[in-house]
């Protein structure tokens, strides 16, 4: 009987913090657009540059220009504040390639560097998402791991990947030994270790995009049949 107890005491109290918590994120997102923009704009350069751990709410409160007791008021904890600006990264650029994404592309390497040109315009607008995204993929935190993890999996994002990269692509162009998907497999290592070694501020994103070409086309040259060369 006790343990029920503490189990719906439990589930009241987490419904709570969680009603609580998203009324703290109207009010912060019943503010002027252009505070919000400075707001996330200093967190993400803060956790982009110095990860979740080493990043204090008193840096973020210094980077944004206001005081340490308005961010807990807008987000009420760090942690609360971290996982708000995944999420809002993770839409950011799914709501941009579903809005741009030209799915009468049928070539699988012209469809890849179609949404790497999307991701990287998304870039150029909000500069500091980039180091920070890096960041997140390679955050090891315990506190925020484990929830790091459930947002990377989220279905619609995975959804959206694999659209992007299959979903009426002609895979005939391919050598008949080669599989499509394992290819896709190798170009997310190779960005996953282009991104570990990148430095966290002063990307040159323009010649980011052209190296990421120069290996597509090298992918291409050895992966697709002759005559589609």
Do not use: W
Request: charged share 25%.
């Amino acid at each position: 009987m006790t343990e029920t107890v503490n189990c719906v005491i439990l589930f009241l109290t987490e419904s709570v913090n969680a009603i609580y918590e998203v009324s703290r994120l109207e009010i912060f997102l019943s503010l002027p657009l252009e505070k919000q923009n400075i707001i996330i704009d200093a967190a993400l350069t803060c956790f982009g540059t110095n990860g979740y751990k080493k990043t204090s709410v008193s840096d973020i409160a210094a980077a944004a220009g206001i005081s340490k007791a308005l961010v807990f008021h807008y987000f009420g904890t760090k942690k609360a504040l971290y996982l708000y600006l995944i999420d809002l990264c993770t839409h950011i650029i799914m709501n941009e390639l579903d809005e741009k994404f030209d799915n009468t592309v049928t070539d699988f390497f012209a469809r890849i560097k179609l949404a790497t040109s999307i991701e990287i315009s998304v870039m150029k607008k909000h500069p500091a998402i980039l180091s920070f995204l890096d960041s997140v993929y390679f955050e090891n935190d315990n506190e925020v791991k484990a929830d790091i993890k459930a947002i990377l999996a989220n279905s619609e994002t995975e959804s959206l990947r694999s659209k992007v990269a299959f979903e009426g692509t002609d895979t005939s162009k391919f050598k008949d030994d080669i599989d499509p998907k394992l290819v896709m497999k190798i170009l997310t290592l190779l960005t996953d270790g282009y991104l570990s070694k990148m430095p966290k501020t002063g990307i040159d994103l323009d010649a980011l995009c052209e190296e990421f070409d120069e290996y597509i086309n090298l992918f291409k040259r050895n992966f697709y049949k002759e005559k589609y060369l």
